[in-house]
C-alpha cells in the first residue's frame, strides 16, 4: 500500500512562491500517475495538475497554468508542485494523490495547507 505524504505548505503574500513536495512509501512510484488537488473552504476538491509517469503528460486547471508547475522524481519517490505568483484564490488546503497504472488503487495524503494573504 503507498503512503503518501504532503509538505510545503505556508503562509505567502499574493504574489509569492511555494513549493509543494509529496512523498511516497510502500510501492513502485513509477507505476503511479500523480496529482494535485485543492479544497478550499466551502468549496468542492478540484484537481490542479497531474503528471503522468514518464512525465511527458502534464495536465493543468485553466486557472493555475502558467503559474504552477507539476514535477516528480522516480528515483526519490516525490512529485512536486511549485506555485508561483500566488493568488489569494489559491489559499486552500492542497492534497496529494497517487494514482496507480496496475490497478484502480489510488491514495491520498492527509493534505497541507496554502494561505495567500497580506
Known amino acids: 500500500q503507498m503512503q503518501v505524504v504532503e509538505s510545503g505548505g505556508g503562509l505567502v503574500t499574493p504574489g509569492g512562491s511555494l513549493t509543494l513536495s509529496c512523498t511516497t512509501s510502500g510501492d513502485n512510484f513509477s507505476w503511479y500517475v500523480m496529482g494535485w488537488y485543492r479544497q478550499a473552504p466551502g468549496k468542492e476538491r478540484e484537481l490542479v495538475a497531474n503528471?503522468?509517469?514518464?512525465?511527458?503528460?502534464?495536465n493543468y486547471a485553466e486557472s493555475v497554468k502558467g503559474r504552477f508547475t507539476i514535477s516528480r522524481d522516480n528515483v526519490r519517490s516525490t512529485a512536486y508542485l511549485q506555485m508561483n505568483n500566488l493568488k489569494p484564490d489559491a489559499t486552500a488546503v492542497y492534497y496529494c494523490h497517487a494514482s496507480s497504472v496496475m490497478d484502480s488503487s489510488g491514495y491520498w495524503g492527509q493534505g497541507t495547507q496554502v494561505t495567500v494573504s497580506l
Open positions: 503528471i503522468e509517469i514518464s512525465s511527458d503528460n502534464k
